[in-house]
C-alpha cells in the first residue's frame, strides 16, 4: 500500500515537471576568442617594405659560384671569379684552355711536313700559324658557341658572361668579327709569305670557320647530332690546324 502510494507520488511529480518544461533552445559555438584552434593572421607586408626588398636583392644570380677562381676565369672555364673587367672577360669568352690542341696540331703537321726547319723565317711563321688557330679563330669558335648557347646557359649557367650581362650583345658580335677577320687575314697572310700560288692557307682557314659556324649556330646546330658534331670537332680542332 505505502509502495503504491510513492510510485503514485513519483508518477504526478515527473508529470507536473514535464508540464512546466521550458523549451530546448540550440546551443550557439562559443566566439571565436575562445575557441582553441584560432587562426594565425596573415602578415602584412607594407608597399615601402616590399619595395625596399626588390631594392637590396643581390644582383648576382643565386646559382653563382660561392667563391671563384681568378685562374679559372683567364682560362674559360668553370668556377671562375665574376669579373667587371671588359678584357678578362673578353679573354673568358675565347677559352684560353682550349688553344693548345691547335697549337700542337700546327706544330705536329709543321714537324711531319719535312719542311720545317729551325730558322728565324719558320719559327715566324709557326708561330703566326698558331696565332691564327689558337686565339683567333678558336676563340671565335667558342665565343660563337657561348652566343648560341646563351638562352640555355642563362637556365643552367646564369652566372656566365654572356647571360649575366657582364658583356653587352654588340660587343659580343664584334668580338666574333674581329677574330673571323683576324684569324682569315693571318690565313692570307701565310700564303703570301709563303709564295702560294693558290691561297690554301685562308681557304681551310674560312672552310674550318664555316664548319665552327655550322656546328653552333642553327638550324643545323651539329653538335646536337653524336656522329657528325664528333667529326666536325675532330675536323677543325685537330685535321685542320694540322
Known sequence: ????????????????????????????????????????????????????????????????????SSFNQLLGIKGAKQEDNIWKIRLQLTKPVTWPPLVWGVLCGAAASGNFHWTVEDVAKSIVCMLMSGPCLTGYTQTINDWYDRDIDAINEPYRPIPSGAIS???????????????????????????HDFPIIFYLALGGSLLSYIYSAPPLKLKQNGWIGNFALGASYIGLPW
Do not use: C, Y
Open 1 to 68: 500500500m505505502a509502495t503504491s502510494h510513492f510510485l503514485a507520488a513519483a508518477a504526478a511529480t515527473s508529470s507536473s515537471s514535464a508540464a512546466f518544461r521550458p523549451p530546448l533552445r540550440f546551443l550557439s559555438l562559443p566566439p571565436p576568442s575562445l575557441t582553441l584552434s584560432r587562426r594565425r593572421p596573415f602578415p602584412v607586408v607594407r608597399a615601402a617594405d616590399a619595395d625596399a626588398k626588390e631594392t637590396t636583392k643581390p644582383k648576382v644570380p643565386e646559382n653563382a659560384p660561392a667563391a671563384g
Open 169 to 195: 650583345e654588340n660587343e659580343v658580335i664584334t668580338q666574333i668579327w674581329v677574330l673571323l677577320l683576324a684569324g682569315l687575314g693571318l690565313g692570307a697572310l701565310l700564303d703570301v709569305w709563303a709564295g
